[in-house]
């Protein structure tokens, strides 16, 4: 830090993203990309638009908002599009909490949510998961606090049923409860229609995973008419284009090759359970997934090792120190021939380790 940086940062832990190494080539498994690359209609529509790059692009991001309204049954009033769901978070955090206005989440969650407590000086409360990382709707009822929750949860890929999120948006209707759904195309249960019923619920999706655009960058927010119009304040005071062309471009020829995408997550469904199956054969205790990626230990290797073990080996995974979570490493589902990769590298490092 330099001695012009402001003594309120001092403690401010950044968030670390997942290693995106370019010294040699790996199996990434660390960052729950899609391994898939976008449809072909999106690299033709990107293309068609780069001609256009010495414009701004449209701050209000109409055509795809109304695209976005049409497919989830809203009004573009109801949509916000962010540049990832990272910055609509960052947005959230800043337009609804404050000191006057803590927020809670999970103890095991997206690491994302107690870094924007910090930078904005938010206080946050994380609520322990239940045994087995269960998350128990009702530790989050009258809180009188504001909520963020990962439906499904990030990094354990359990998630938890529409109905517990009504409860909880209906016991804190005071607070903003913000539903962070960047995994819910992969089997978990959206909780979208009852944005028409409660005007605090926020919900938040991105193209990063299952819509294969994780580098294009765009998150898009779901809710009342009333929480979009806050969002957008915010926005307007930061940075008005803060979707590019190329990604409005991109976004759009995505939502028109559904066929494609729902294809690779079937397939993603198919890897999850064959990787599954061969994990459990060799011992290891996977936590049940609705999502593109598993939450696995092995009973012979603990997880800080397993991680060291398998990147010498050329395969990436996530791991993380924190105690409750340290046997534990996350695994993105990738291609068939991905996972039996993983997989023939796992059974390298269990024979090595007995
Ligand atoms: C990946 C992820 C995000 C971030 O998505 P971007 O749209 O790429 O910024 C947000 N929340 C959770 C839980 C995630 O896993």
């Known amino acids: 830090m330099s001695r012009y940086m402001r003594a309120c940062f001092d403690g ?17 498994l660390n960052t729950n990309e899609s391994p898939f690359p976008p449809a072909p209609a999106v690299l033709a529509a990107v293309d068609a638009e780069v001609k256009n ?3 701004y692009p449209d ?17 573009p009033e109801n949509v916000f599009l962010a540049n990832g769901s990272d910055e609509l978070l960052s947005f959230a955090f800043l337009a609804f909490c404050g000191r006057e206005r803590p927020v809670a989440f999970p103890n095991i969650s997206y690491g994302f949510y107690p870094v924007y407590a910090s930078l904005y000086q938010v206080p946050y409360t994380e609520i322990p998961l239940r045994e087995g990382f269960v998350l128990a709707a009702e530790d989050y009822c009258g809180l009188n606090r504001n909520i963020v929750l990962a439906n499904p949860n990030a990094p354990t890929g359990r998630a938890i049923p529409a109905r517990d999120i009504e409860e ?5 209707p005071d607070h903003v409860v913000l539903i962070d759904e960047a995994y819910i195309d992969f089997g978990g249960e959206s909780c979208l229609p009852l944005i028409h019923r409660y005007d605090n619920l926020l919900v938040c999706q991105t193209f990063s995973k299952f819509r294969s655009l994780a580098g294009g960058r765009l998150g898009y927010a779901l809710a009342s008419q009333g929480l979009i119009g806050d969002l957008e304040k915010i926005k307007y ?10 990604t409005l471009a991109a976004a759009a020829a995505t939502l028109d090759s559904g066929g494609y995408y729902e294809e690779n997550g079937k397939k993603i469904q198919e890897n999850r359970a064959y990787t599954t199956q061969e994990l459990a054969g060799l011992g290891f205790e996977t936590l049940p997934s609705v999502t593109n990626f598993i939450f696995t230990r092995c009973p012979a290797v603990e997880g800080e090792a397993l991680y060291q073990a398998l990147k010498s080996k050329g395969v990436l995974v996530r791991h993380w120190n924190k105690p409750e979570i340290a046997d534990w490493c996350r695994v993105t589902i990738g291609t068939r021939e991905q996972m ?15």
């Open 12 to 28: 401010l832990e950044a968030y670390v993203p997942g290693e995106q190494p370019q010294d040699r080539s790996y199996v990434k």
């Open 53 to 55: 790059l010495h414009l």
């Open 59 to 75: 701050p209000e991001g109409r055509v795809l908002r109304e695209k976005l309204a049409e497919q989830y049954g809203v009004r």
């Open 168 to 172: 909880i948006v209906r016991a804190n």
């Open 237 to 246: 005071s930061t940075n008005s284009y803060n979707v590019n062309r190329l």
């Open 340 to 354: 039996d990769l993983f997989l023939d590298k796992v059974r390298e490092i269990v024979k090595e380790a007995g």
